[in-house]
């Protein structure tokens, strides 16, 4: 209980509720609404997942399974038809369950396309936050964005703005605007979906430090199994809309489910192209 | 212990009580009331914890040049033309009619106390209500605003609050400016016509006249409503158009559609809170009446 970081219980949400953001619901209306029973209407059902503290895990899935859907949810983007979700051990109930009471509890999240302030600098759109809620003097505020642009390498485009920069960097900056703001848990949504295998190779490390360092619990919502392998965590599937439980890349490769055989074929076929990675005889 | 957990709040209280929570979550379900929610809030998030008075005096002091200034020609020029049709219209009609000392009264009535105000919300509406409603809905449409909430920046007080207050103080000076231009320029136009015209339109119309007409018509209500009616009319321009823009579904064209929702409620609203507020004026007006009699 003491080293839990993120605990959900029977969470489901409604494709109905997928469209609501945090202002077109006034705080307590969900006792107006009937409950949505008809599974068919689900995106995602009884999903149970515990994550402990300072631990990697990732979210795999087709395309369209509710991977993005489910990562909103932890942040409080969208409030779940039913279930409980507590944070450290903390249960919020629905009604309070919005992304600013998330975000107290030091939850942050990558956006997939970066969603920086298009009207701010990089320098002010990672110092943003920290001047918001105060977190320190303005020497000590500028001290800790230059930390953060040199440890996600966007010092040099300190002083542009956000359409000025490639897609890959807006991500970075986009990581090092969350990792400013001391997380304690981190939601990435695709971080290397679109990034080259250059920068993919650069982003990896600095996960693993982000990990290694500042013992922050990361979820990664990615298609990108290798990755998985790489930062060497443990990875569950969104199937069948619910959650699988989390095991290794190497027990998933082996594995005679279905899983394992839709979303794993191209790696346990030794003439296909990402198996430079792999053992071959796996 | 279970079970207990499960009971809510609402579920301890009163019949009357009970009646009185679902009452308000039935207003809260509607826009108006969610509208109203959303201006208490934006008032509420000024004295937050988070609130930093260098900043926030910088943010409403650009949103207020934001909204007043560049707005100011077309005001000015609208202000003085309006002011024009006015003066001539209401000084050769009462003049032809024999209540010339009903004229004073007449453009008080007319530029100081219902139209002048409109006319500003309309402009203001149109120029600043939509550009709000634009630059948030994109916002919206880009996700900034959920990244906003999800780094624990609130949306209402980082954007709709320096809006709202930049709003109605840009409101209150324009509303002063209109209706100073519209009769001080309007007076000078109108002299301007006479001259070129040599008077063909048969007026008599002289600063002091105009002026002493206007002063003398002038009462407690209209100043103070005079502050009054820019202030509300500025709250709901301003909410309105960030309301419309938070709600907008993730869909670009919702983007244009509402603009123009905000846009057009903006004027109803307007005209309704108007209506509301000339009840005042009657109640006033029937005092008046029987000191009088």
Redesign the interface.
Known sequence: MQDEALRLENVSLAYNDL?G????Q?R??S??KHREDDEQKELIRNVNLTVTRGETLCIGGGSGQGKSALLRII???VRPTRGNIYYFGEYIPPERL???E???RQ???V?Q?G????NLKVRDNIA??L????MGSPEEIDEKVKMAMDLMRVREEADMFPHQLSVGMQKRV?IA??WA?DPKLLLMDEPTAGLDNYNRRNLLPLIDNMRQLFKTTIIIVTHDLLMTKELNCNISFLHKKTLTEPHSFDYWLNSDSDISRALFRDFTNTGSSPTHFINPKL | MKKKKNVRNWQRLTVFGKIFHKLGLFLLHRPSGQQVALFWNAIKSLFSSNRNFKTDTRNIIMQTFFTGVEIFPILFIVATLFGTVVIIEVISLMGKMGLSDVVGSLIVVVIVRELGPILTAFLIAGRSGSSLTTYIGSMVINSEVDALATMGVDPIRYLVMPGLFGGCIAMFFMNIIFSTSAIISGFLLTKGIIFLTGNIINIQLTWSYLSTEILNALTLTDFVFIVLKPLIFGAIITTNACYQALNIPRDVRQVPKATSRSVIKSFLYVVCADVVLSIFYFVDYINNLNTLI
């Open positions: 469209t953001n945090m202002f077109s006034p307590a209306v006792f107006f942040a409080g983007l919005t992304a600013l998330v975000a107290k939850v942050g999240l956006f396309n969603a920086l302030i298009s943003l936050p001047r918001y809620h105060k986009a605007r969350s703001m």
